[in-house]
Structure formats: structure tokens, C-alpha cells
């Protein structure tokens, strides 16, 4: 549930890839990265796995951090990062972008204007929520963890009583059961629909051949059922993001989906009072009747779209803007950083996220050659890329990004050994070197990345022609790749998970046939290996799993690892509490000035 091969715009949404532009989905996220979502669905068998699951839905929620001292303190437990308590009320925060959003609509937004409204302003979360800064789902619109079947395959949710949509209705179960049909109408051409791919039906709605989701039963307004194919313990992401959130019926016949779009009726933190898509802004204001009392702090928040970068730099410095919405991207970083006025504006945080190097060997007959792959990972100075991204990467030579919750990493990530490289490409053959062309995409911050490798390349003896293409163009040379082209050799990509756990790059890039395998990588035991972690409930054996299996694809080095991505945000001093998660994006709810 990431994006691949886009570029990174800074900031991303779900499923892989920051969004930021129009083929991106939410997330740290892209529309390629959300769609690998359905790999990880139709596991099979999951005798006694209740109690597993509630223990993992509720071990992340242990209880409230209070205040570091004085402001309000919050009673309820709120999901995601924490200290949430501690604010004082009032004010308004103005957040910059440089694209408008696509839609706000939960299934239909994408971009990373939209995502970042989605998740954390017109609405939150969905029955379940993120917990804490890398945690996995916890209830939100549930008042429970799911109970859960003997065989895995049907949850049922209690819903959190009296909780409203903007208009007053209180949200009812059958609510979630018209929206995930909508969700999955092709009609709608929603780029979230296949998240629910597991459950019974989905893919007879998804093709237009019924109108009823039969895999969703609400027998009353508190209770919901649904039915999975095959355990999946994967669904309980997909419900704590907002594509699954309940949308009033009503307000969507009256408003059409377009209008609905611009002004939409959720039951988040802010409701939306104003959209000029002409004057480039729009206004949220706080809800009194949100869900967790007590919440929002803010009084409004307000979105200004249409300058570029350097622009919201300017606009953060002199205080006309509070946050810069898509974050400070590398090309600009590094004025940032440098600058002792400029440098408190800009806060870090590990984003669950990657950045490598993608070898084809249907074109390149070498990279067929798991010694060249190896050589290549080895040839390459992490360190020396680290300093054309800034503070927007990490240097880190394995699969799966740094920071994981209850993963435990058994791979020695590559390092910098030149000589061994030349030794390893020596013994498959290939002692006078070898060229290629790299393929990268024209987004900051991949030139820069690419002429960095071209030179570390060259002093192990490996010839590299760079060509550099708009994102866009990269994407359809991928796609047109796993369709059995031959048209690259070489290309750079990254990767942002929507999902907190490695399921979301495993089944959709390294599983045989995965939807975002471009480069056809394949090793079997990695996949009995993923199918037998989808089964797995039990997060700490399921991560056990995992670790065996990045140690495979490390051994095997399909890509040439080169990051672990971070995200940059840009925000004014008299901001306070501001936290923020890969996934998600800026927690208004707790935020304070």
C-alpha cells in the first residue's frame, strides 16, 4: 500500500508513496501501494485465533499518558502518537500545500492534500485506528476489539454508541455496510476498493455483477458482522483507515459525489464550513459534539493550496503559515538546515518507507546473477546518499523500513565494501565490469540520488547511463514491464507503507506475481513463508516470520537497498504537540498554539 516509482514529493500517504501528485494515493501513499493491499488478502486456515487477534488489538492501547504538566487533560484513551493530553483551546492553524486536494471524499481522495484532511480533520480512522507512533489497529468507532470466529473468518463489531456525523445522526452499523458498498462500486472507481477484497463478495460488486456486499451483515444498529473468505489478519488495517469510513447516505444523494468531494459530512475532529476552489483555501472548523471529549484543542484549521515550496518556506518563516503541509522536501533542506533561523522550524520523524534501486533481469541477463545484485548492494555508500537527502532518508542497505512495531530485524544490512564488490563481480564473471542504464524519475530527489550511484558505480567498474523520465512515464515503463516489456534495466523507486507491518511490501512486491512486482523476483519459500504470516494473528510470531523472510530477500537482493525514509515537516514555533505518522499524517485532534 505504497507507492513505487512516482518520486517522493515529500510527505506521503497510504500504501506506499507520498502523495503529492496525481498518481499517488494517500499515505506516504500512492495508488500502487494502497492496491498491493489486496496480495495480502485470501490467506487460508486460522483454528483459534480470537484470542491472538484481541490481544493484538488491544496491547497498544494500555492507558492515557497524562499531561507534562498543567493544560487539559483528555479522560478517554485516544488513538495514535501520544501525549495527547495537555493543550490549551483556541486558535487557528493555517497549513500550506502546493496542489489542491483531489477530493476529500474517503474513497475517492488520494492526493496528499486530500489524505491528510481525510485522516485527521473530517474524519479519524475507521472502526479501528492506528495506535501510537508505529503501533497497528486499535478500536476507534468500535467500542471493542472484534470477537472473532473458531475459523478466522467472521468479526463482529459493537459500535461505539452515540457517536455523530457533522449533520447529527449517529452512526449505525448499517452505515458501514452502504459505504463499503459504495466503496466498491465500480462506478465510484474507487483506488481503495480492493482493501476489502476479503471479504465474501467484494469481488462480485467490484466486477458489477451485484449491488449487495453479502459478506457484511448489520442485524441491528450496534452490531456489525463480516465475513472474510479466508482469514486475513491484514483486514483490520484496511478498517482503520478512513477509504473505510462510514459516510451519511443522505448527504451523499443530496450533494452527488463531486460536491460531496469538496464539502464532505464526516464525524472527525473539524467539519468543513468553506471550499473555494478558485480562492485556493478551505476552512475547518472544530466539531463540539467530536467523539473523544475534550477534542479538537484548535478552534479552525485552514488549507491554502498553490505555492511552491520555496513560496510555503517564506510564508512558515514569516509566520503567514502555521505547517507546510507535504513537508520540506530535499531539495530545500538543506537551505534549512543549514539556516539557525530556518532550522527550528523543521522536526523530524522516521516514516515507515523506502528508497532502493529496482535491477530487471529480463533485460539485464547479469542481474540474474545473485552475486552482481550483492556486489551492487556493497558498491554503494549510503552514507555519501544521505547527504543529498538530508534529513528525508536514512541510509539503510535492507528490505522493510528501520522502525517497524514488534519487529525484530535477523539481516545484517548491507554496508560499504568496494573491494567486495569487485571480488563478488569477479566471480560471476564479470572482472572487466559491466553496463546499463538507470531509469529515474525527474521528482526530487532522484536526480541527485542518481548521479551519487553513477560515480560510486564507476569505482568498482560498473558503466551507468542515466535516464531520467517524469514520474508518470516511470510508472508505465514499470507497469508495462510486469506485462513482459523489456524496456528497462535499472530503475529507482520508493515504497510507503500504509499498513504497519512488512505484509504491505511483501505481498504486493516480493511474493511471485505480487501487484507491484515489476521485476518478477520470485523465491518460493518466500512465499509459503508470507502465506503462512497472513494466518498468523499473533503479531510477535507473525513478525518472527517476517524476519526470516527479509533475510531471504537480503540474501537474494532483488533491489540494491538504499534508505529508510524520514519525513521533514516544516512547522511554526507556536505550534504545539505536533505529531505526525507515515501512514496518516498531521494529528490536528491533539494540536495546540
Known sequence: MARRGTGRPHGGRPGGGRPGGSTVGPGGLGRRAFLGLAGAAGAAGAAGVAAPLLAACSQAASGPAGPAGGGVRIGEYVPGPQPVSGGRRGGTVNVVWSDPPDSFDPAVGSNLTAWDCITELVFFGALMAYDRQFGGPVPNLAAAPPRVSPDGTTLTFRIKPDVRFHNGRAIVAGDFAYSWQRLLDPKLASWGASYLSSVVGADAVMAGKAAHLDGVEAPDDATLAVHLTAPDFTILNALALPITAPVPREEVERLGNVRFGQTPVGYGPFR??????????????????????????????????????????????????????????????????????????????????????????????????????????????????????????????????????????????????????????????????????????????????????????????????????????????????????????????????????????????????????????????????????????????????????????????????????????GVSRRVGNYHYRGETYSYYDRMWV
Open 272 to 569: 468543513i464550513v468553506s471550499y473555494d476552489g478558485a480562492g485556493q483555501t478551505a476552512r475547518f472548523e472544530r466539531d463540539p459534539r467530536y467523539f473523544y471529549p475534550g477534542l479538537p484543542y484548535l478552534s479552525a484549521v485552514e488549507y491554502h493550496w498553490g505555492a511552491d515550496p520555496q513560496i510555503q518556506l517564506l510564508q512558515l518563516e514569516h509566520g503567514v503559515a502555521d505547517i507546510i503541509g507535504s513537508g520540506i522536501p530535499s531539495s530545500i533542506a538543506g537551505q534549512v538546515l543549514a539556516s539557525p533561523a530556518l532550522r527550528p522550524l523543521a522536526r523530524s520523524f522516521p516514516s515507515p518507507g523506502n528508497i532502493w534501486l529496482t535491477m530487471y533481469p529480463s533485460t539485464e541477463p547479469a542481474f540474474g546473477d545473485r552475486a552482481v545484485r550483492q556486489a551492487l548492494n556493497w558498491a554503494v555508500d549510503r552514507a555519501a546518499l544521505g547527504r543529498v537527502t538530508y534529513g528525508t532518508a536514512t541510509p539503510w542497505g535492507a528490505p522493510f523500513p528501520a522502525h517497524l512495531a514488534d519487529f525484530t530485524s535477523v539481516f545484517q544490512p548491507y554496508g560499504y565494501d568496494p573491494a567486495r564488490a569487485r571480488r563478488l563481480l569477479a566471480q560471476a564473471g564479470y572482472r572487466r565490469g559491466l553496463s546499463f542504464t538507470l531509469t529515474v524519475s525527474s521528482a526530487d530527489p532522484f536526480p541527485a540520488i542518481a548521479q551519487v550511484i553513477q560515480e560510486q558505480f564507476a569505482a568498482v567498474g560498473v558503466g551507468v547511463t542515466l535516464n531520467q523520465v517524469s514520474s508518470n512515464a516511470l510508472y508505465s515503463l514499470e507497469s508495462a514491464q510486469q506485462g513482459g516489456a523489456r524496456r528497462l534495466a535499472m530503475s529507482a523507486d520508493d515504497w510507503y507503507m500504509v499498513q504497519p507491518t512488512p505484509a504491505d511490501e511483501v505481498d504486493a512486491i516480493y511474493v511471485t506475481g505480487g501487484s507491484s512486482n515489476y521485476c518478477g523476483y520470485s523465491n518460493r519459500e518466500v512465499d509459503s513463508l508470507a502465506g503462512r504470516a497472513r494466518r498468523t494473528f499473533d503479531p510477535i510470531a507473525r513478525n518472527r516470520i517476517y524476519a526470516q523472510i527479509q533475510r531471504l530477500i537480503g540474501e537474494d537482493a532483488p533491489f540494491v537497498f538504499l534508505a529508510s525514509t524520514d519525513w521533514l515537516a
